[in-house]
Each structure stands twice: as structure tokens, then as C-alpha cells.
């Protein structure tokens, strides 16, 4: 088209783009001086009248994007010569929809063409739609230019928008945040349906187990420390006899759906106060209140009743039994003596037969001979030097390299092979004390290694450390770290601890100042297992983290589940926020380090990207593509 022969009144004609080019910049000269005035809505109301006389368009309109890019807000729109108010509109399946994914879009003539089902594009001829990115080059929103007639000289408009992006994303970017928190906050408060506060559900995937929807022994001990005076009650240990048969037999499905039968089962007997916990495998346990010995008896008879009608599974009669360990809680100094009382007078039911119930007594002494096994052979393993630091590699979706490590310690026996796994052993080493001296030799080890592979490929990786309740409370922790790091020429900056919440239970003052010791040494702070307990945010404001860890359980399902998305999303919000970095632990999948990555998550970690590997192993992550890591059949890798 020849912008020469345009009949629009409201412009002169222009022969060349130079010369419309020229004409735009000399007009929005004298617009700026008005514009440098405004701030916040008034710029934007101000800025779209400009532009839509400036280009002689149709409309002009700037909106923002919701957390999901499902909805869009106009922030200020003119059309047709006149302001309009505020109003939601879809996204998905539109023109906005490849602007919210950071893309431009740009069409001089035809638009129709390539739009035919939005609604809102009709009538229109071209359009001009940029993305509007905050700091983290995520599209939070976007300006959109539409005329009825077609835009030759396009190029010339989009320098002026370019001029202008820059004070927009300013501008918009607080504006943004507001509406994006108080939006999650909504949409927090609609899905938790049964709760009134956040911490409730945060902290559910702690607390229940996740095959039967019981509390587990997590919410065990928090109940028995909200009872307080525990004269009067008691507790049960319930096995299923022969279980592991039973399962084999219906299937894992229908082994999980008798669980869940159970326990509703034992859910609805009519014993006052009494409560039923999910253990461990095939084990309940429950806490009764009884005012004598007798009683007790009575209501566990009736928990035994529980097993006389066999169980509807799948259409199908499944007749079980059980076993199980007693004993008053009075009988026993700590909770912990009372649990392995009932653990070993379990066992003895199951020994005699089972389906009886065996009540703990002054001569069953609950010796826990796997602990003094393992202990045994722990101490065997330290001194022929066989736990070792594994690594894990932290992976930035950004530059996509990896950034750092997390050492995880691992028993290897003389044969190459794990002795024990982690979960297995470090309970041990931490009831036993042996942890504090393993977490030191760990610390120096990992340290070393770094040291190493900075003198080999050079300094630059983070190296992330967890600490146990027990070394962190050792009054050495700090000297040692100190000690260690002045061995090795690394910067302290690039030492990390990670630390869980179990730590701020109690003395709340103490670790603040153990805390503020570790950075004292130049070393950095993490917060593990995000969102597992119920008041993280609380520890957020008060405790001086430079990272976020989310735990696990929310990645599992951030494909599945927009809670999980959700709470992802707010995380990453407040996180960016408050200056911390933001790490998903446990990714294992494509799909989910995409989604992650999307959700603007700053760094991954999982067996997706790669296992743990021994310290000989990670001259590799140093190359180019990491993506043989995740492949054993390309590295040959043993993964443990």
C-alpha cells in the first residue's frame, strides 16, 4: 500500500518511511515532556491516549497477565477515541497467548488471516503486540496496537514502542506484584477448602500419610506434645499378620485400598478419644485414654473386633489379622522408650502366632538389635574410612550448566557397593551421636574436593551442605567450619548449609546466633524441604536465608496438580521478593523441569539431570552437555 494516497485525515502523507519515521519521533518528543510527569495508572491512561493519536490507531490497550497466563486485565485501554474501563478477558488460543510466551506479534495487513476464531481482533486490519517482561525476563504483560487499516511502515511504530517498553515495565512491575500476590492469595484461600489458614495445608503433606489420608507419626508426636500430661493414655501398635503375602496376593493397588479400609476402620469405633495413626508398611498405630488398666483392655479388644468381618476389596472378601504391642504411657520416662516397648511386644505377637495382643511388661526389655547391629558396623565403616561425600549437580535452566553441588553422604564398603542406604543409616548415625563427628570428616571431604576441582576447571560452583539437628547444635559446628576453610583457598562464599525446619522447634534465640555465625564465616544459608512444616514463612522473616529449597512432595505432582503449580509460583514470588534464590529438589521427569523452568524457578536438582556421583566422577558435569549425565547407558555410571 502507498501511504502517500491514504485519505486518513488525522496524519499528513508521507512518501517514505524515513520521512513517517521522522514525523513519529518529532511528535512523540512533545509527548514525552507531558508523560515524564505521570507515574503508575495515570502514565498508562496518559500513554495509550498518546500513541493512539500518534499512530492515528484504532486502539491502543496495555493489560497484565495472571499467574497461569489464563486471564489477562487491561491497565489502561483507549478505543475509538475514548478511555475505557478495567475488564478480564481469555487468553489461551489468542493472538495474547504467544505474547504472554515472550513473543512479539507483528502483522502489518490481513490479520484476520491468521485469527480468524478472537473474537476481539475483528474488524481489525493489523496489529503491533509486545510482551511486557520483568526482571527476570518473565511476560507479565503486554501493549497492543490494532488499526482497521494496514501499517506498511511497521517498523517505524515499533521504535517507538521500543522507546517506550522500558518506563512501561517500570511502571507496571509493582503494579503487577500487588495484583499477582493478592491474586495467589485468592486463589490460596479457594482451593484450601476445609482450612482458614495457609499453614494448615502447607503442611498437610507432612503430616498425613499419603496411602490411607491418616496422620502419620510426624502428627503422632506433635499430638502427643499437644496432650501434655499423658498419665491416662496409652498406645497400640497394630501389625498385619503376614501382610507382605496378602499384598502379593490382590495386587499393590488392592493391598494400598485395604490400608485405607483399615483405617477407616479403626477410624469409626466408638472409643472416645481415641485417635489412629499410619505408621510404618502395614502397621497403625493408635492412642487411646483410659482411666485403668482395665479399661484399656476393653478398648483394645475392641480395636481387635475390628478384624472379625473380612474386607470388601474389589468385590471381593479379604479376611486378615492382626497383631499387636500395648503398654499405659505412664509406665515410660519418654515417648520414645514407650514406642520401642510396643515395637518389641508387637513383635513377640507376631513370634507366638499373631492375632493376639501382647501388653508390654516390666520384663520385656525392648532391645533394638538392628540399631546395635548397624551401629556396630557403622563404627566399623568410620575407621576404615568408608563413608564418602556423593554429589549431585544443581543445574541452572537459564545458561544451562551446572552451577554447583550437593554433597550427600554415602557408605560404601570395601566391594564398591552401598552398604546401607542413606535412609537407613544416617537415623542411626544421628540417634547414636556418631553424626557429628561424620558431619565434620563430610565438611572436610566435600570442602577438599571443591578445592580440587576449582584448581582444575576453576573457581565459580556452589557447594551445598546439609547439617543435622545434632552437628548444628555441637558448640564445635562453627570452629571446625572456620578451621576447614582456612585449610583451602575457597571463597566461603560458595559453601552453602542447608538446613530443615526440625531445627527451629525449640530455642528459637540460639539458632538465630548459630545462624548468624555461619555467615559470619562469609558461608550462605538454605532453607530445606520448603513447605513441609507450618510456619516457614515465619522463618523467612526472621532467620537469615539466602536460598529456598521446595521439598519434594510438591514436585511430584507439579504436573498434575495446580495447588502444587500454585504454591510453586507464590514461592517463587516471595522468594524473588525477599532476595533468595529458588532450588526444586527431587525433578526426575522433562515434563517437570519444563514446567519448573517456565514457573521462573531458578535452579533444578533431581535424577532427571543427574544421580549422585562419587567425587571421581565430576570432572564430567564440567562439559559442554550435561545431558548424558541423566543417561547410564551413555556414561556407564554406576548410580547409586
Not at 514457573?599 to 566422577?617: A, H, K, N, T, W
Request: include cysteine; hydrophobic fraction near 40%.
Amino acid at each position: 500500500m502507498d501511504l502517500a494516497k491514504n485519505e486518513n485525515k488525522n496524519q499528513p502523507k508521507f512518501e517514505t518511511e524515513k520521512a513517517y519515521c521522522s514525523y513519529l519521533e518529532a511528535k512523540w518528543v512533545d509527548d514525552v515532556e507531558d508523560l515524564m510527569t505521570e507515574v503508575g495508572q495515570g502514565y498508562f491512561e496518559l500513554l495509550v491516549e498518546s500513541l493512539s493519536r500518534l499512530f492515528d490507531a484504532d486502539r491502543v490497550f496495555i493489560a497484565s497477565f495472571d499467574l497461569d497466563y489464563q486471564y489477562g486485565t487491561t491497565v489502561a485501554d483507549f478505543n475509538e477515541g475514548q478511555a475505557c474501563d478495567k475488564y478480564d478477558f481469555f487468553v489461551p488460543g489468542t493472538a495474547y497467548a504467544d505474547i504472554g510466551r515472550r513473543q512479539s506479534v507483528i502483522i502489518a495487513d490481513k490479520l484476520q488471516q491468521f485469527y480468524l476464531q478472537q473474537e476481539s481482533l475483528r474488524g481489525y486490519t493489523s496489529i503491533i503486540g509486545r510482551p511486557v517482561l520483568d526482571e527476570n525476563g518473565s511476560s507479565i504483560g503486554m501493549i497492543v496496537v490494532l488499526t482497521k487499516q494496514p501499517l506498511p511502515w511497521i517498523d517505524a511504530v515499533n521504535g517507538i514502542l521500543d522507546l517506550c517498553l522500558g518506563r512501561i515495565e517500570n511502571e507496571m512491575l509493582p503494579l503487577y506484584k500487588a495484583r499477582q500476590l493478592n491474586e495467589m492469595n485468592h486463589q490460596l484461600l479457594r482451593e484450601l477448602a476445609q482450612s482458614n489458614q495457609l499453614k494448615e495445608e502447607l503442611s498437610r503433606l507432612a503430616y498425613t500419610d499419603r496411602v490411607t489420608n491418616l496422620p502419620n507419626r510426624e502428627a503422632f508426636l506433635v499430638e502427643l506434645k499437644v496432650i501434655g500430661d499423658m498419665g491416662s493414655y496409652w498406645i497400640g501398635l497394630l501389625g498385619i499378620d503376614f501382610f507382605k503375602s496378602v499384598n502379593g496376593s490382590i495386587g499393590l493397588e488392592y493391598g494400598d485400598q485395604l490400608l485405607r479400609a483399615i483405617g477407616q476402620r479403626l477410624g469409626e469405633l466408638p472409643i472416645p478419644k481415641l485417635k489412629v495413626f499410619k505408621w510404618t508398611g502395614d502397621e497403625f498405630m493408635v492412642l487411646g485414654f483410659a482411666a485403668s488398666e482395665t479399661e484399656i483392655g476393653q478398648q483394645l479388644e475392641a480395636c481387635a473386633r475390628a478384624f472379625d468381618a473380612p474386607y470388601d476389596i474389589h468385590g471381593s472378601p479379604v479376611k486378615i489379622t492382626r497383631s499387636t504391642g500395648a503398654t499405659p504411657l505412664a509406665r515410660h520416662e519418654t515417648i520414645d522408650s514407650a514406642v520401642k516397648a510396643v515395637n518389641a511386644a508387637l513383635h513377640k505377637a507376631k513370634i507366638r502366632g499373631g492375632n493376639r495382643t501382647e501388653l508390654v511388661r516390666e520384663s520385656m526389655v525392648a532391645v533394638d538389635t538392628e540399631f546395635f547391629h548397624v551401629h556396630s558396623m557403622m563404627q566399623e565403616g568410620i575407621r576404615q574410612s568408608q563413608f564418602t561425600p556423593y554429589y549431585q549437580p544443581i543445574f541452572d535452566p537459564k545458561s544451562e550448566k551446572f552451577i554447583g553441588y550437593e554433597a550427600l553422604m554415602r557408605w560404601i564398603g570395601s566391594n564398591g557397593q552401598s552398604v546401607f542406604m542413606p535412609d537407613q543409616f544416617i537415623p542411626i548415625a544421628e540417634r547414636s551421636g556418631l553424626i557429628v563427628d561424620l558431619g565434620k570428616e563430610m565438611i572436610g571431604t566435600a570442602v577438599r574436593n571443591l578445592h580440587e576441582w576449582d584448581l582444575l576447571h576453576g573457581s565459580g560452583r556452589e557447594l551445598s551442605i546439609n547439617l543435622s539437628s545434632l552437628q548444628f547444635h555441637d558448640q564445635s559446628l562453627v570452629p571446625d567450619v572456620d578451621t576447614i576453610l582456612s585449610q583451602f583457598d575457597i571463597d566461603p562464599g560458595m559453601i552453602k548449609f542447608e538446613i530443615t525446619e526440625s531445627l527451629f522447634i525449640h530455642d528459637g534465640d540460639y539458632v538465630l546466633e548459630k545462624l548468624q555465625d555461619i555467615r559470619s564465616l562469609g558461608c550462605r544459608l538454605s532453607l530445606d524441604d520448603f513447605g513441609t512444616g507450618y510456619s516457614s514463612l515465619a522463618y523467612l522473616q526472621r532467620y537469615p536465608f539466602d536460598q529456598i529449597k521446595i521439598d519434594k512432595c510438591f514436585i511430584d505432582d507439579v504436573i498434575e496438580s495446580t495447588k502444587s503449580r500454585a504454591l510453586i509460583k507464590a514461592v517463587r514470588i516471595l522468594s524473588a521478593d525477599l532476595g533468595m534464590n529458588l532450588v526444586a529438589e527431587g525433578v526426575e521427569t522433562e515434563q517437570q523441569a519444563d514446567c519448573l523452568t517456565a514457573i521462573g524457578v531458578d535452579y533444578l536438582q533431581g535424577y532427571y539431570f543427574s544421580r549422585p556421583m562419587p567425587p571421581e566422577q565430576i570432572d564430567r558435569t564440567y562439559a559442554d552437555d550435561w545431558r548424558t549425565l541423566h543417561d547410564p547407558a551413555q556414561n556407564g555410571m554406576e548410580l547409586r
